[in-house]
T-cell receptor, first 114, second 110 residues
Framework: DAGVIQSPRHEVTEMGQEVTLRCKPI?????LFWYRQTMMRGLELLIY????????DSGMPEDRFSAKMPNASFSTLKIQPSEPRDSAVYFC????????????FGSGTRLTVV | GIQVEQSPPDLILQEGANSTLRCNFS?????LQWFHQNPWGQLINLFY???GTKQNGRLSATTVATERYSLLYISSSQTTDSGVYFC????????????FGTGTSLTVIP
């Protein structure tokens, strides 16, 4: 298995532009999580899905952020419009049935908004 | 949500030394995991350990759920052990998401 695949690995964009981050979970995993990592706030859960349905989006910072999971093999996290304070590493993770089996994280997308 | 505190925040070791990392959590949990983030940023699951003791090579972990703490032991440290170690717990009252601690940054010098 190729693991959790995120793209792009790096993204540099100008303030105000739309940014879309992509994630392909491990086949068969029914949970998908989006995290953001910054020096100031550490690892924060943004949203998670179970069987493609959003379960908890209380971590999404504001309306500029949206996430979708149109099918079991693909999810997107969109920021529109982007701001410099959105600069961070965004991780996607997937797991089986429940997290007791352990998360598998993707390699992350390093986003820089200038 | 549950508060997760890790100590020490930073640790520098000579290669070959042993170390103990600690994770305290503020409430009952039904899931606790240790992760290692390597210097390239990749997060790797080390242990699923809501209670008891597990060992994997030079690493072992112990969780005392009744006292709300977990320990990660690293023996005979190697430079490849460098990185940040995170403890993460699941609050059984709020779903399946992990709450991460702030991590222990470990540097192993040759």
């Amino acid at each position: 298995d190729a693991g959790v695949i995120q793209s792009p690995r790096h993204e540099v964009t100008e303030m105000g532009q739309e940014v879309t981050l992509r994630c392909k979970p491990i086949s068969g995993h029914d949970y998908l999580f989006w995290y953001r990592q910054t020096m100031m706030r550490g690892l924060e859960l943004l949203i998670y899905f179970n069987n493609n349905v959003p379960i908890d989006d209380s971590g999404m910072p504001e309306d500029r952020f949206s996430a979708k999971m149109p099918n079991a093999s693909f999810s997107t996290l969109k920021i529109q419009p982007s701001e410099p304070r959105d600069s961070a590493v965004y991780f996607c993770a997937s797991s089986l049935t429940s997290p007791r089996y352990g998360y598998t994280f993707g390699s992350g997308t390093r986003l820089t908004v200038v | 949500g549950i508060q997760v505190e890790q100590s020490p925040p930073d640790l520098i070791l000579q290669e070959g030394a042993n170390s103990t990392l600690r994770c305290n959590f503020s409430d009952s949990v039904n899931n606790l995991q240790w992760f290692h983030q390597n210097p390239w940023g990749q997060l790797i699951n080390l242990f699923y350990i809501p209670s008891g003791t597990k060992q994997n090579g030079r690493l072992s972990a112990t969780t005392v759920a009744t006292e709300r703490y977990s320990l990660l032991y690293i023996s005979s440290s190697q430079t490849t052990d460098s990185g940040v170690y995170f403890c993460a717990v699941v609050d059984p009252n709020t779903g399946n998401q992990f709450y991460f601690g702030t991590g222990t940054s470990l540097t192993v010098i040759p």
